[in-house]
C-alpha cells in the first residue's frame, strides 16, 4: 500500500490541485451570486451563493482533508464560525469552556448566549476534575482553547473528549494556534474544530475567516443548515485567499516556531521580564500534554512586564513588530491583550485569570530571529537601569 503523503505535501497535492475544467493551478474565483437553472425539475449542485459556491467548496473540502473531518465550514470571521457553533445549542443549555478564554468568545458566552436562556461555567480546563465537577446534567458542551489566548495553558483534549463522551456532550476546539499543521483534534476525540483563519492558516494580514470542521455527519448537517440560515458565509475572493495563504502554511508556521523558541529563551533570561508564557518550555506545566498532543510549540507566546507603564515604553521602543491586534502573520505582532483581544473581558476577570497589564502577546513571524532579539534587547533596556549598574 502507498504510503500517505505528508501534511506539507498535501498542502499543495490534494483534490483541488488544479482546476478540471481548463488545467488552472489556482482554484478559479467564482463571483457569481446566481446560477442558471437549465431543468426546471432538476436543478443543478449550485443555486445561489449563500447556500453553495464553488470556490467556497474548495476551501471547505481543503480545510476538512486537511483536518481530518468529514465536512469543513467557511465563515465571514473567526467569531461566525464559534457563534454559529454555539447555535447548536439550545435554551436551558449549559456549556463549559476555559477560564482564560479569547476575549471575543468570552463576550459570545458571557453576553450574547445568557440572553437565549443558555448558561455557562467557566472553569480552569488544565484541572480535568474541576471540569468534571462542573458538568451539569444540561451540559451539551465542554468548549477548549488550546493553547489558550493569551496564557498558553494547556488542556489535555483526549481526557476531556473522554470526558465529555462519557456525560454525553460534544467537544469544540478552537485550533487557531496551532492549526492542522500541529494538532488535530478530531484524531484526539473532538466533535468540532474551529478557526480564526484570519490567523496562520492564511497568514498574511490580508483576509478576516473563520473555519469550522466536523467529523460527525449529523454535526456537519445541523452546521450546514445554520450556515445557510444565517448567511455568515466567506466571500469568494475571500475563500481564495485563505487557500492560497494554506499552501504555505507549513514552512511559515516552521519558521516561525524556530525564532519563537530561541526569543522566548531570549526574553525568559532578561531581568526586565518576569515571565514567559510559552508552551516550548519544559517547564511550562503543560509541557508534557502539549508535547502529546501537538507536534511543536507554534509561533506564539506572551510575556510579562511590571505594569502598563513599561508596556507602553516598550512598544514605543521596538521597530519590527507591528503594535496591533490579531497574530499568525508573515510580519511579528505584539499585542496587548487587555486593551486589544481581551478588552471586553472587565478588568476583575482579567487579573483573575492571569491577563495582568503588564501582559504583552508575540506573535513571532518570518523576520531573522536574530534581528527581532536585538530589536527586542534595545526596547528592554531602555526602560530602566539594571540595578546591579548602578551599584546597589
Known amino acids: 500500500m502507498t504510503k500517505p503523503h505528508t501534511f506539507q505535501t498535501r498542502l499543495l497535492h490534494n483534490d483541488h490541485k488544479f482546476d478540471p475544467a481548463t488545467g488552472a493551478v489556482s482554484v478559479p474565483i467564482q463571483q457569481a451570486s446566481t446560477f442558471h437553472q437549465a431543468d426546471f425539475d432538476n436543478p443543478g449542485q449550485y443555486d445561489y451563493s449563500r447556500s453553495g459556491n464553488p470556490t467556497r467548496e474548495a476551501l471547505e473540502d481543503t480545510i476538512a482533508q486537511l483536518e481530518g473531518g468529514e465536512r469543513g465550514f467557511a465563515f465571514a470571521s473567526g467569531m461566525a464560525a464559534i457563534s454559529t457553533a454555539f447555535m ?3 435554551k436551558g443549555d449549559h456549556v463549559v469552556i476555559s477560564e482564560d478564554v479569547y476575549g471575543g468568545t468570552f463576550r459570545m458566552i458571557h453576553d450574547v448566549l445568557t440572553r437565549f436562556g443558555i448558561d455557562h461555567t467557566f472553569v ?5 476534575h ?10 451539551q458542551v465542554l468548549y477548549i482553547e488550546t493553547p489558550s489566548n493569551p496564557l498558553l495553558n494547556i488542556t489535555d483534549i483526549q481526557a476531556v473528549t473522554k470526558l465529555a463522551k462519557a456525560n454525553g456532550c460534544l467537544t469544540f476546539v478552537d485550533n487557531t494556534f496551532m492549526t492542522p499543521a500541529l494538532q488535530r483534534p478530531l484524531e484526539l476525540g473532538a466533535d468540532l474544530v474551529l478557526h480564526s483563519a484570519t490567523k496562520f492558516i492564511a497568514g498574511h494580514s490580508d483576509v478576516v475567516a473563520g ?3 466536523t467529523d460527525k455527519k449529523e454535526i456537519a448537517d445541523q452546521l450546514s443548515f445554520l450556515q445557510n440560515a444565517f448567511g455568515s458565509i466567506l466571500g469568494a475572493h475571500d475563500c ?4 492560497r495563504g494554506l499552501k504555505t502554511l507549513d514552512c511559515r508556521l516552521k519558521q516561525s ?3 519563537a523558541d530561541k526569543i522566548a ?3 525568559s533570561a532578561h531581568p526586565f521580564v518576569e515571565e514567559v508564557y510559552y508552551p516550548g518550555f519544559r517547564t511550562h506545566p503543560g509541557a508534557s500534554i502539549h508535547s502529546y498532543q501537538a507536534s511543536g510549540a507554534g509561533a506564539v507566546l506572551s510575556f510579562k512586564l511590571k505594569n502598563a507603564e513599561e508596556v507602553k515604553a516598550f512598544s514605543q521602543n ?8 490579531s497574530l499568525g502573520a508573515v510580519e511579528s505582532i505584539l499585542s496587548y491583550p487587555a486593551t486589544m483581544s481581551h478588552a471586553s473581558m472587565p478588568k476583575e476577570e482579567r487579573e483573575k485569570r492571569g491577563i495582568t497589564d503588564g501582559l504583552l502577546r508575540l506573535s513571532v513571524g518570518l523576520e531573522s530571529p536574530e534581528d527581532l532579539i536585538r530589536d527586542f534587547e534595545k526596547a528592554l533596556n531602555s526602560l530602566r537601569v539594571p540595578l546591579q549598574k548602578v551599584g546597589l
Open 124 to 128: 480552569d480546563m488544565t484541572d480535568l
Open 130 to 139: 474541576a471540569v468534571a465537577t462542573a458538568i451539569q446534567p444540561n451540559t
Open 88 to 90: 447548536l445549542l439550545s
Open 240 to 243: 481564495w485567499l485563505v487557500l
Open 318 to 325: 521596538v521597530e519590527l513588530p507591528v503594535f496591533a491586534v
Open 211 to 213: 473555519l469550522a470542521v
Open 257 to 259: 516556531s524556530e525564532s
Open 265 to 267: 529563551n531570549f526574553l
